[in-house]
T-cell receptor, first 112, second 110 residues
Framework: NAGVTQTPKFRILKIGQSMTLQCAQD?????MYWYRQDPGMGLKLIYY???????DKGEVPNGYNVSRSTTEDFPLRLELAAPSQTSVYFC???????????FGPGTRLTVL | EDQVTQSPEALRLQEGESSSLNCSYTVSGLRGLFWYRQDPGKGPEFLFT???AGEEKEKERLKATLTKKESFLHITAPKPEDSATYLC???????????FGTGTRLQVFP
């Protein structure tokens, strides 16, 4: 099993550009999450999903969008990138709500 | 307000020197407390879940304990490979929200 995979690993965006961060898991988990991690701050939940076709906002959803058309994939869309979105983004999945989450390796995003 | 505080921010230990990391929390109705390990440049890796005061979990040199106000991660005779950032997270009962602490960066020197 590959677990949770994320692409790309690194990306530099210009202000106003858009991009999609890809996340996939092969563990057949219903629950998937997107977090951002900033220096000196705890992980913050952006969006989560409890199954295909069902998504909901987390703590910091502004400037982001998600979709969940399959159990395996949970892409995160950034529209009109801003410097405040410079961060490391982690995708995670779990078989139960919030418990024993498996994290991907992260995407380091810089917006200039 | 729901809050999770980890201390110390950083800890340097000699190999074999046992110590403890602290995670104190204030939430409305604890549903679970989670410990994760994070290596530089990688995603967090799940270690333990604790549900109720008095509960303990062990894994190799690590032992996690829980009281009504805090959790400790005890590291016995640490090795350099235990060097990492240890994250604590709490699931609040009334909102289903998961709150992460800022972590303790542990360095173990040979």
């Amino acid at each position: 099993n590959a677990g949770v995979t994320q692409t790309p690993k690194f990306r530099i965006l210009k202000i106003g550009q858009s991009m999609t961060l890809q996340c996939a898991q092969d563990m057949n988990h219903n629950y998937m999450y997107w977090y951002r991690q900033d220096p000196g701050m705890g992980l913050k939940l952006i969006y989560y999903s409890v199954g295909a076709g069902i998504t909901d906002k987390g703590e910091v959803p502004n400037g982001y969008n998600v979709s969940r058309s399959t159990t395996e994939d949970f892409p995160l869309r950034l529209e009109l990138a801003a410097p405040s979105q410079t961060s490391v983004y982690f995708c995670a999945s779990s078989s139960r709500a919030y418990n024993e989450q498996f994290f991907g390796p992260g995407t380091r995003l810089t917006v200039l | 307000e729901d809050q999770v505080t980890q201390s110390p921010e950083a800890l340097r230990l000699q190999e074999g020197e046992s110590s403890s990391l602290n995670c104190s929390y204030t939430v409305s109705g604890l549903r679970g407390l989670f410990w994760y390990r994070q290596d530089p440049g990688k995603g967090p890796e799940f270690l333990f879940t604790l549900y109720s005061a008095g509960e303990e979990k062990e894994k190799e040199r690590l032992k996690a304990t829980l009281t009504k106000k805090e959790s400790f991660l005890h590291i016995t005779a640490p090795k350099p490979e235990d060097s990492a950032t240890y994250l604590c997270a709490v699931q609040a009962g009334n909102t289903d929200k998961l709150i992460f602490g800022t972590g303790t960066r542990l360095q173990v020197f040979p």
